[in-house]
């Protein structure tokens, strides 16, 4: 096995109580390590959907008061005062940002959301993105917020400027998404929103439930070294994407056992024979992505899936488009769940 177990003795070492455990996969269906896995993974044939065994966030804490006014340098080296807490906006490509504020029990704060910030506790905001990923300015005006948290992920170019001049108080985050960076970018929100003590709580029980399903996914992977490619489709816009190294799809893939076999730095256009010659066992995809190319029939039809192991096989996992890459609260479970579509 290829994690060791003394990380996860470390933390759990550590002490986790209250809300901090309600997040666990394991109340709502079997341990992912008391599951068998397949014979050989890599012979599994047909398409499954990884699910999350809870898709709300627990908060940390019910009863959270910011401690303010605070001052942070954010990712663009910006200092940046915040005073209120009392209405944010927490906006980024994936949900993180959103997810991370509910986390830290200041959901009943949040003004809106982004498109991608969808689990059941958000879905009542008003949406302050158009296009899937660009900042509304005039939405984001009209909603009054005290402060907004976002990232580099978001466009168009030039709104946080305008946010800014309006006087609203931005705090621009690091926008890598990957495992080892959740409990970094869970403090650096509760810091700038003033609860930096919830902050590392969450950031101690996120890593607790990330290191756990590490260690039982690779228990399943039984170096199998399945072969897995993300791709990134949106059949509206003939979009086809493969999501290669510093995407956050490496990491999530290396995560659960399997091996990114993309080959590709960034995101790049799918390349039928490059595709080919990568030749996964299993091609992962976001659900909604999945469904605008006409599912899986559909995907055979993207150049090169037919002619892969996975196309063959029709071995297409796909995920929660708000889920499987958005590394926050939730990354434990997604990696569970993840695990069980792999391997069980």
């Not at 109580?17 to 012979?43: F, H, I, K, M, V």
């Amino acid at each position: 096995m290829r994690v060791g177990v003394a990380v996860l003795t470390l933390v759990l070492a550590a002490g986790c109580t209250g809300p901090a455990e309600q997040n666990t996969p394991e109340r709502t269906r079997p341990p992912l390590e008391q599951l068998e896995p397949a014979e050989d993974p890599r012979q599994k044939t047909g398409p499954s959907t990884a699910t999350v065994a809870e898709p709300d966030i627990v908060p940390i804490s019910d009863v959270v008061v910011p401690k303010l006014p605070t001052t942070v340098t954010d990712a663009q080296d910006t200092k940046v005062t915040v005073t209120s807490a009392d209405r944010i906006l927490a906006l980024d490509r994936y949900g993180t940002l959103g997810a991370t504020v509910f986390g830290l029990g200041l959901g009943n704060r949040m003004a809106g959301r982004d498109a991608s910030t969808g689990f059941p506790a958000a879905a009542r905001l008003p949406v302050v993105t158009s296009n899937g990923h660009q900042l509304d300015v005039e939405a984001i005006v009209k909603l009054r917020p005290t402060v907004v948290i976002t990232d580099t992920t978001l466009g168009p170019e030039g709104a946080t400027e305008q946010l800014r001049a309006a006087g609203i108080p931005v705090v621009v985050m690091d926008s890598r998404r990957a495992v080892n960076n959740v409990g970094t970018l869970t403090r650096q929100v509760a810091d700038a929103l003033g609860v930096p003590e919830e902050g590392e709580q969450l950031a101690h029980r996120t890593t607790v439930e990330i290191e756990k399903a590490k260690i039982a996914a690779h228990r399943l992977a039984n170096d199998a070294e399945l072969r897995v490619v993300f791709l990134y489709v949106r059949g509206q816009s003939g979009v086809h994407q493969v999501l290669g190294q510093g995407t956050g799809a490496d990491d999530l893939i290396t995560a659960v056992g399997a091996v990114d076999a993309s080959g590709v730095q960034g995101a790049a256009p799918v390349s039928p024979e490059a595709l080919a010659e990568a030749a996964p066992d299993v091609i992962l995809v976001m659900s909604q992505g999945l469904r605008s190319v006409g599912g899986v029939e559909g995907l055979m039809n993207v150049p090169g899936v037919a002619q892969t192991p996975a196309g063959r096989h029709r071995r297409i996992v796909d995920m929660n488009d708000g889920q499987v890459l958005g590394f926050g609260p939730l990354t434990g479970a997604v990696l569970d769940g993840l695990a069980r579509a792999l391997y069980t």
